[in-house]
């Protein structure tokens, strides 16, 4: 793939934001050196890889790699047979734990969960868990080693331990001792790696031993004591054995090391591309990509796609298609409309799959396989570059003519602009119908009105355009395919203030032609705006019919359920009286068998008569569902207003009116949460003599009057009352206040010592009609006071 169109088309932005993901030094690298792919298989592969990638940070999060350092050079000291140093070990070593915490990511949840393609990456890591244990164990930091790394290092520094102790006593025992008056300070210090004192200068033959410094005034003298000089060399002794042991350890450990080279070698490439994968991965997740579909005939059909490099809550999504009916697609219309980054979305999105890329778009979004992709994009439509000139365009379409093949894709910005108008047209549909006639896919923009009619004019050729809102003089950056685009020159001019005489003018300097065509383009956008709104509508009412049937579905379904309940209520309970019946029948064939032994009196036969035919009539009732053969309605429609409580004879169930009858009688009733439709004819108006509540007066018609809720009054004032009689007031009270619809009323009990008040809120806890309850606020009674609430 050229370097030019990449540029161009800002594909390296991508490759920068994508190197931001990886988390080692070498996975950076190698994200860095991505380039598109021209093989369809590895493209697939690569696809593949970034949406299984994908499918696991949605399952499990991120993972880093960030240990998984280059060790190239520390594997090649290795092949040779060199020891490496402290670094070198613990890069390894912190190279094998994380490799286990990859392998460890990498294992599926389930045993039986099937495989994808990472699978085989994950299981062939080999995180070395002795070699990474065994180097932990031995190497505490980069400067220190463990004590523990081997016998002879322990005894090594348990002895010099001891040396540093006896030099320490002794260089105490001279500093506070008889020396004290020729030294400087009364400190023990170290020079060239030596415990020495520092003696005043006039002083020095008084103190007998080897100076090793003097300070800069060359006032003190720093002088080993000739009675630590031997403790000092074994010392010494000590550090080069101490010395020498380290590198004992260090070349057993790289000896280990160079056991697994092969291994680490593996799983260092294999890290690095795991985090390759998982930073494409994370890429498509910041743009909410999709895996694109691939083909090699040049069919390009990109469903949504937005442009990566523009913030995801400005950008427009837009649909591009070519290569299918057509292949050559000729996007017109104003400047600043998105003419070029509809153009650069293209390329773009078509480089970023070829690299295995996840495309910002609809899923079974589909782009094709091109071995080079050629871009001249205009300079001044471009978003940092500056104004290029028309040889410079012309220098690129000659190159472009000389290798493009049916096989590239081809993206031309503003063709034949920056000369003639007449000449640059009748350039650019030369240019254009070349490209045409050998079968390459193209896309160009233009103002030119001879290319909206060479695209209507001529098949395989198809017009497009982004739309413009001259209304409010802004682009919505639509792209509509097969609708030629109109400059609305004249239009911006007028509605940024030029003069309409001015206008007026330029009109009348363009030819009739033109004017017709820009008014048939006019048209067909009015017409595809009107068409466009109208779908909106259509597709708005069919969501709001199929919410409808929806709800329908659910309310018919809740319906249904309650008539099988109530059917298979019914018939337990007919199941249950016919049980009662034979065992009526039984005891009575068994009462009748005794009187024949007995020969009773006629007068205890009849008292057992009469007791069978009670129980008959009691068994009677319970399964009288059907209407009442004695009921005859004489109900008119007068006689029924909403809300009256009514019967329904034939379902032996109660409801309340909830409209009027029609001029046929038919009325619907709700009988609980079921709305039954019924006739005046089958309808009993009922007085609910339940009612028993004081202040209630049941009329002729079945109507409750209120007689008390003028006098009930908002407080009650239980102070100085026992709690029994407190109660047994408010009980009245409150059935008093909420049938004469009270919203709320105040209890005043006192504070005192609290009986009153937790009697009262006891018995306001167990009231089903009482909603909640407070005590008063300040300026309400405070805790003297409680606050009640009805539902």
Do not use: W
């Amino acid at each position: 793939m050229n370097s030019k169109a990449l540029q161009t088309l800002e594909y390296y932005k991508i490759i920068q934001k994508l190197t931001t993901y990886a988390s080692s030094p070498m996975g950076k690298t190698r994200c860095e050196s991505l380039l598109p792919s021209t093989d369809l298989s590895e493209i697939r592969s690569l696809q593949q890889q970034t949406h299984d990638a994908l499918s696991r940070l949605f399952k499990k999060g991120g993972i880093s790699f960030g240990n998984a350092k280059d060790i190239r050079a520390s594997l090649k000291r290795l092949e040779i047979g060199s020891s490496l140093s402290i670094p070198e070990l613990l890069t390894i070593c912190g190279m094998l734990e994380n490799c286990a915490r990859v392998k460890s990511y990498g294992r599926p949840e389930q045993s039986d969960t099937p495989g994808d393609s990472l699978t085989s990456m994950f299981d062939a890591l080999e995180p070395l868990t002795g070699l990474s244990t065994e180097i932990r164990h031995c190497i505490l930091s980069e400067e220190e080693i463990s004590d523990d790394a081997s016998p002879a290092l322990k005894q090594i520094r348990r002895s010099m331990k001891f040396s540093n102790d006896k030099i320490h006593t002794q260089l105490n025992a001279i500093v506070n001792g008889s020396a004290r008056t020729y030294l400087q300070d009364a400190v023990v210090t170290m020079r060239n790696g030596r415990y020495c004192i520092p003696v005043k200068a006039e002083y020095k033959g008084q103190v007998p031993g080897m100076i090793h410094d003097q300070s800069s005034s060359g006032s003190t003298l720093f002088v080993e004591p000739m009675a630590i000089v031997k403790l000092n060399n074994e010392l010494r002794e000590l550090e080069l054995k101490e010395a020498a042991e380290i590198e004992v350890i260090l070349s057993t450990l790289s000896a280990l090391a160079a056991q697994h080279q092969e291994t680490l070698r593996y799983n260092l490439e294999n890290m690095v591309e795991l985090d390759f994968i998982f930073a494409r991965a994370s890429l498509a997740m910041e743009h909410n990509a999709n895996e694109p579909i691939f083909n090699t005939t040049g069919r390009i059909h990109i469903r949504q796609g937005r442009h990566p490099l523009i913030d995801s809550r400005q950008v427009v999504p837009i649909d591009i298609r070519l290569g299918e009916d057509f292949d050559l697609l000729i996007v017109t219309g104003p400047n600043t409309g998105g003419k070029t980054v509809s153009l650069k979305t293209a390329g773009l999105l078509t480089l970023m799959g070829q690299a295995g890329l996840h495309i910002p778009a609809l899923s079974r979004s589909e782009l094709s396989v091109f071995t080079e992709v050629y871009a001249d994009i205009g300079d001044e439509q471009s978003i940092e570059q500056s104004l290029s000139t028309f040889s410079s365009h012309m220098t690129n379409v000659v190159s472009f003519l000389a290798h493009a093949d049916d096989r590239s894709l081809v993206l031309f910005d503003e063709l034949g602009a920056g000369t003639d108008p007449t000449e640059g047209a009748a350039l650019a549909i030369s240019i254009l119908s070349y490209l045409h006639g050998k079968g390459i896919r193209t896309m160009a923009t233009t103002h030119y009105s001879e290319l909206k009619v060479y695209a209507l004019s001529t098949p395989g050729v198809e017009n497009a355009c982004c739309e413009f809102d001259v209304e409010t003089l802004q682009p919505t950056y639509r792209l509509l395919i097969g609708i030629p685009g109109k400059s609305n020159a004249f239009a911006i001019s007028g509605k940024l203030g030029l003069p309409d005489f001015i206008i007026q003018d330029a009109r009348q300097r363009i030819s009739e032609e033109d004017t017709s065509f820009e008014d048939v383009i006019s048209n067909l956008e009015e017409t595809r705006k009107t068409v466009e709104k109208e779908q909106m509508e259509l597709q708005k009412y069919k969501e709001e019919i199929a919410q409808l049937k929806l709800q329908l579905e659910e309310k018919t379904e809740k319906l249904s359920q309650r008539r099988e309940k109530m059917i298979r209520d019914a018939n337990e309970e007919a199941h249950a009286v016919l049980r009662e019946a034979k065992e009526y029948a039984d005891q009575t064939i068994k009462q009748f068998q005794k009187f024949e032994k007995d020969s009773p009196t006629i007068q205890k036969m009849e008292k057992e008569r009469q007791q069978l035919r009670e129980k008959m009539k009691k068994a009677e009732k319970k399964m009288a569902m059907q209407t009442d053969p004695a009921h005859i309605s004489t109900l008119k429609p007068s006689d029924l207003h909403p809300g009256d409580t009514v019967k329904i004879m034939s379902l032996n169930l109660k409801g309340t009116v909830s409209t009027l009858p029609d001029a046929k009688g038919n009325l619907f009733v709700q009988a609980g949460i079921m709305r039954t439709k019924t006739n005046i004819s089958d309808l009993k108006l009922m007085d609910e003599e339940v009612i028993r509540a004081p202040g209630m007066k049941r009329t002729g018609s079945g109507k409750v009057k209120m007689q008390k809720s003028a006098s009930v009054s908002t407080e009650i004032n239980l102070l100085g009352k026992t709690v029994d009689e407190a109660i047994a007031e408010l009980d009245k009270y409150l059935d008093d206040a909420y049938i004469a619809h009270v919203p709320s009323v105040r209890i005043v009990h006192g504070k005192g010592t609290g009986a009153l008040r937790r009697g009262v809120h006891n018995y306001l806890k167990r009231q089903k009609h009482v909603s909640s309850y407070r005590l008063g606020e300040f300026g309400e009674g405070d805790a003297g006071v409680t606050i009640v609430e009805f539902k």
